[in-house]
């Protein structure tokens, strides 16, 4: 049935517009999709878009932090809704970082280390030799690359290593 890639095969994920009291507990139309989708196998968000449009209007981190903890919310719908769909969807993010910039790459999970270079380039995936990885919260401790080399937490990885959500990669590759 993969072949065909019929919308019935399809993963689904719902998301409800709830009002601000319903946001962590949802309300009885909430329970009704819930009811109603429960056969489907499917993950099910709530978001309250008044409150999306109040976060968006904060500019301090801080604040948008203390406004949703005043919901009792730990993130933003936004934020949930993305980690839904990477989970829906099984892929995961690495970084490259380099001097001019650091950019994010979606990949499958599961991916190998060439696999992932491939996503940046052909030629990284056909020549790929190591991949030198820094843990994201060791690179949050330690702040710099720098930092986690000398505190040894940079890893030379092979053509085995499987990628991990987070990860920060320096590819080496001949062709």
Known sequence: MGEL?????????YVANVDENSVTAGNAHVKKLQEHIAHEGAELIMVCA???????????????????????LQESGL???????????????YFTAGEKEVRAWTIKRGW????????IHTDFERGFIRAEVIKLSDYQQYKTEQ?????????IEG??????DGDIMHFRFNV
């Open 50 to 72: 008044a409150i999306e449009a109040q976060i968006a209007e904060l500019e301090d981190e801080a604040e948008r932090m203390e406004f949703l903890r005043s919901y009792g």
């Open 79 to 93: 934020n949930r809704l993305i980690r839904a769909c990477y989970r829906l969807l099984d892929q995961i993010t």
């Open 5 to 13: 890639q019929l919308l019935t095969a399809k993963p689904v994920l």
């Open 147 to 155: 930092g986690c080399r000398e505190a040894g937490k940079m890893a």
């Open 159 to 164: 053509k085995e290593y499987v990628v991990q």
């Open 112 to 119: 190998k280390a060439p696999q992932a270079a491939g996503v």
